[in-house]
């Protein structure tokens, strides 16, 4: 039984342009073209735990130049929420994902973006997971080059009407699995 | 002339010295800003990757608010927002169930029925030969790597705007101008986005093969009209550098900075001097005719293969 996401790309012809344009192809795991082939042959749950689908720039290369008007975007973004959804995300990948479920909770507090706080978090909870100091004390100097700029606020600067903010959150909320430690090992990805 | 306008998160974070720069040349041109009442994030590339309800949801309540308020064509500066506003515009134009279900969820009224324009659709709107005839400072120093990045002419179904693979519009602006513009073949390659944190070697690589392209075609400078982009090209340049053993000093100009200039305003005023890599290109190609040395050039260009 074929899954809505393989019907939609029934018409790919594996011609790889998107694989050839791709910006990032050359560090994945499986190539853009690849991981599609797999959702047509229903093998989604292979390439959900793909570390392409998480390397993706979102550049849109792929869909400028797919002959069929498809691309990679709206299939990647299918499984990327349920890379997360079900608990799978290739291991190499966990600071992009972490920098995306960080970046939602931020807006969620704030309606809109508190870089501080942001970065802030997403640095100490990557280095709590993979212990990479170096991650860590990077950037260090960033806010203070930035503050000298005027470019960086510790203070956020939310929305006035945040009930809005948390119901629309709310009433978009997906069902998951995923606990924070969503990740999969090196050893089960393909 | 009056447009709706949507700053979005960036321009009103680290990004605020791009807002200076579009808001001293819209003044200067009487082009009133109508910000967006209260509007909220536009979700950029994490909503998408994670939500696709969210992805839709948090851009349609910044269009329910223009529809509410009578704005009928709303100004993005930053195409990370541009593009997730295209999106929504999109599927609620074209479906009429999800117009109902995302006007639910947003709690106002909304049909994508609003008109979404970046920097350079603005500056196309007051017009070229308008922007000539108060040119004050022609731009005869500058010669242009003019830097789309990917979101303001991909996907062309969605954006309807400029062509994808060979764009010209940012062109014809600064040519207007007085500057001169440099073909090269890397206007629409991406400079890596939002990944600056999470993925920093794919940004400093692609914004390495930017820069040194830049520099190959001859410019003395990259113009952009992306706060992501000119994060990447200029907030980054020293750690490109130090990456990948190379001396860009490359200026990475905003286009409004360059639409400022050439208007009369000073570089205080439009923010040129908050940049990072802070170079006159005149300098820059005094410096290197004097210094041109092949072997680096070899080296920096072997990354382009």
Redesign the interface.
């Given at each position: 039984m074929l899954s809505q996401a393989s019907s939609a790309l029934v018409t790919c012809y594996q011609c790889g342009k998107c694989t050839a344009g791709c910006?990032?192809a050359e560090?994945m795991d499986l190539s853009p073209n690849q991981i599609l082939r797999l959702v047509q042959l229903g093998q989604e749950e292979k390439a959900i735990r793909s570390s392409g689908i998480w390397?993706c720039?979102?550049?849109?290369?792929c869909?400028?130049r797919c002959p069929k008007?498809l691309?990679c975007a709206a299939a990647f973004?299918?499984l990327?929420?349920k890379a997360?959804r079900e608990g799978k995300v290739n291991a190499s990948q966990h600071?992009?994902v972490?920098?995306?479920?960080e970046?939602?909770k931020n807006?969620r507090k704030n309606?809109?973006?508190h870089?501080a706080d942001l970065?802030g978090r997403?640095k100490l909870l990557g280095f709590a997971k993979d212990f990479r100091v170096h991650l860590l004390l990077k950037?260090a100097t960033?806010a203070p080059?930035?503050m000298r700029?005027?470019?960086?606020?510790i203070k956020a600067?939310p929305?006035?009407?945040l009930g809005?903010?948390e119901?629309?959150?709310q009433?978009?909320a997906?069902p998951t699995n995923a606990t924070d430690d969503s990740v999969v090992t090196s050893e089960e990805t393909v | 002339m009056e447009f709706g306008y949507y700053p979005g998160c960036a321009l009103h974070g680290s990004s605020n010295e791009y807002e200076a720069s579009l808001r001293a040349c819209m003044n200067t041109l009487n082009v009133e800003l109508c910000e967006l009442d209260d509007w909220i994030c536009c979700g950029a590339t994490a909503a998408h990757a994670l939500n696709h309800m969210l992805s839709i949801a948090l851009p349609a309540r910044n269009l329910a608010i223009a529809e509410r308020d009578g704005l009928n064509e709303v100004f993005a500066p930053c195409p990370l927002c541009s593009m997730e506003l295209h999106k929504a515009r999109k599927s609620l134009a074209d479906d009429q169930a999800l117009q109902g279900q995302v006007s639910e969820i947003v709690e106002s009224p909304v049909t994508g029925q609003t008109d979404v324009l970046n920097l350079i659709q603005v500056f196309q709107r007051i017009g070229t030969e308008r922007l000539a005839a108060r040119v004050k400072r022609p731009l005869s120093h500058i010669r242009a790597a003019c830097y789309y990045g990917c979101l303001l002419t991909r996907p062309p179904k969605i954006v309807q705007f400029d062509n994808c693979e060979h764009p010209t519009s940012m062109q014809d602006i600064l040519k207007s101008l007085g500057a001169e513009v440099v073909e090269w073949g890397s206007a629409t390659e991406c400079c890596g986005a939002g990944l600056t944190l999470a993925s920093e070697d794919v940004v400093l690589e692609l914004s390495h093969r930017i820069l040194t392209d830049a520099a190959a075609s001859g410019a003395n400078c990259i113009v952009t009209a992306c706060p992501m982009c000119h994060v990447n090209l200029d907030m980054k340049q020293a750690d490109v550098e130090r990456r990948w053993n190379a001396h860009h000093d490359m200026m990475v100009y905003y286009l409004s900075d360059l639409v400022g200039l050439a208007l009369g305003l000073d570089e205080q005023e439009l923010g040129i001097a908050r940049h990072f890599v802070v170079t006159d290109p005149a300098e820059r190609d005094a410096s290197h005719a004097a210094n041109f040395s092949t072997s680096t050039t070899e080296e920096q260009n072997s990354c382009l293969e």
């Open positions: 910006p990032v560090r390397l720039v979102s550049c849109l290369t869909v400028a008007s691309g973004d299918m990327r929420e997360v600071r992009v972490l920098f995306y479920r970046f939602l807006v309606g809109r973006l870089e970065v997403y950037d960033l080059r930035l700029r005027g470019r960086f606020s600067q929305m006035r009407d809005i903010v119901r629309i959150f009433r978009c997906q | -």
